[in-house]
C-alpha cells in the first residue's frame, strides 16, 4: 500500500501494547517526525494518577489523559467523549488521532467505539491498530489472553528491544506472534524507533479479519473482558528534591526483591539541583532514567512514581521513596 493514501475522514491510530513495551516512546518518536501535522493524542492509563501525559512530548497538540481504568470497560464511554470534544464544531482540525491504551486493555471495545457509533463513523476511520511487543518480556505473559489479544487485533506489530536478543530467539518469538497474527506488518526496532512513514499513512485496518477474531464486534453490546484483579496501581509522590544516588540504590534493591511482582514502573522526578524533569522506567528487572524536558517556571516539582504489580505495598514504597529525600 502506498504511504501517501488519503483520507476522506480523521484517521485513527490505535496502539496496543502490554505494560512497558514502549507504547509511549513509540507516541513521542512518532510525533517528532510530523512537526507540521495536528495530531491530538488521547493516552489511557490503568492507574488512578496519569504519568503518561507528562512523559508525551505533545508540543501544541492537542493530548487528553483517560485515567483510573482501561478504556476496554470501565472508562469507555469516557473514550467516545474524548473523541467528540476533539471533533466539536470550530475545534481544531486535526489531521490524526493517536489512541494509546492502557497496557491492560483488550482492544476490541476501543475498536467498537469507532465501528458501531454512527457520530464517529462519520467523522473519523481507523488506519491502523498497531501493537507494541516487548522481545525480552513478552514470553512471561505470552499465555495471557489480553497479550494475545492484543498481537491477534493489531494490523502491524511493533516488536521492540530486539537487540536484547540472540538471532535464534528471535526468530523464535517472530514465529510465534506470526502464529498468532499471520497478516501482520512486523517492524523490528529498539526504543521504538520507527519511521513514521512505515505506520502512518497507510490503511491497513481490515474489519474482515477483526471480525474473524470477534463475530459479535459491531453488536454494541458489553464485552466479557475481566482484568486480572490481583494486578493494581499505586501512586507515591514527594514534595522534596531527590538524592539520585539514593534513588538509584533503592530501586536496584526493590527490582532485586519484588522484580516478579513489579511488572512495570514510570514516573517523573525531581533530583537535586536538576534544571530537567528525570523519566523513570523499569519493567521487572530491567531500569532506565534520562533526563526530560526543563522543568517550567510555574510547575510544581515533584516527584510522582506509579506502580503496576502483584502484591504491592503501598506503606512500603511511600516509605522507600521518602528516604531518598536528598
Not at 519511521?195 to 470477534?214: D, H, K, M, T, Y
Not at 484483579?229 to 507515591?236: P, T
Request: net charge negative.
Amino acid at each position: 500500500m502506498s504511504p501517501t493514501t488519503t483520507f476522506a475522514r480523521i484517521p485513527v491510530t490505535v496502539i496496543s501494547g502490554f505494560l512497558g513495551a514502549g507504547k509511549t516512546t513509540l507516541v513521542n518518536h512518532l510525533m517528532q517526525q510530523c512537526p507540521t501535522e495536528q495530531i491530538a493524542v488521547i493516552v489511557n492509563e490503568f492507574g488512578e494518577v496519569g504519568i503518561d501525559g507528562q512523559l508525551i512530548v505533545a508540543d501544541d497538540n492537542p493530548l487528553i489523559e483517560i485515567n483510573n481504568g482501561c478504556v476496554c470497560c470501565t472508562v469507555r464511554k469516557d473514550l467516545a467523549v474524548a473523541v467528540r470534544e476533539l471533533l466539536r464544531p470550530g475545534g481544531r482540525e486535526l489531521d490524526r488521532i493517536v489512541i494509546e491504551t492502557s497496557g491492560l486493555a483488550d482492544p476490541a471495545p476501543v475498536l467498537q467505539t469507532f465501528l458501531a457509533d454512527p457520530d464517529l463513523i462519520q467523522q473519523v476511520e481507523l488506519e491502523s491498530v498497531i501493537a507494541v511487543v516487548d522481545a525480552l518480556h513478552v514470553h512471561l505473559h505470552l499465555d495471557d489472553e489480553i497479550v494475545r489479544e492484543q498481537i491477534a487485533f493489531a494490523d502491524a506489530i511493533v516488536l521492540n528491544k530486539v537487540s536484547s536478543m540472540g538471532p535464534v530467539a528471535l526468530a523464535d518469538l517472530e514465529a510465534r506472534l506470526l502464529q498468532l497474527n499471520p497478516a501482520a506488518h512486523l517492524e523490528r526496532t529498539d526504543y521504538a524507533q520507527v519511521a513514521a512513514q512505515s505506520l502512518f499513512g497507510i490503511r491497513r485496518f481490515s474489519l474482515p479479519n477483526v471480525l474473524a477474531i470477534e463475530p459479535d464486534l459491531l453488536d454494541g453490546g458489553e464485552h466479557d473482558h475481566e482484568h486480572d484483579e490481583s494486578i493494581q496501581a499505586l501512586c507515591v509522590d514527594v514534595a522534596d528534591p531527590l538524592d539520585a544516588e539514593r534513588f538509584n540504590r533503592w530501586m536496584n534493591q526493590l527490582v532485586q526483591r519484588a522484580g516478579a511482582d513489579l511488572m512495570r514502573t514510570k514516573g517523573v522526578l525531581n533530583m537535586r539541583s536538576e534544571a530537567r524533569q528525570f523519566h523513570f522506567h523499569s519493567v521487572h528487572m530491567l531500569l532506565d532514567a534520562r533526563p526530560g524536558r526543563r522543568w517550567r517556571d510555574d510547575e510544581i516539582r515533584d516527584s510522582k512514581l506509579v506502580f503496576i504489580g502483584r502484591r504491592l505495598d503501598g506503606d512500603a514504597l511511600r516509605i522507600g521513596l521518602r528516604n531518598c529525600i536528598a
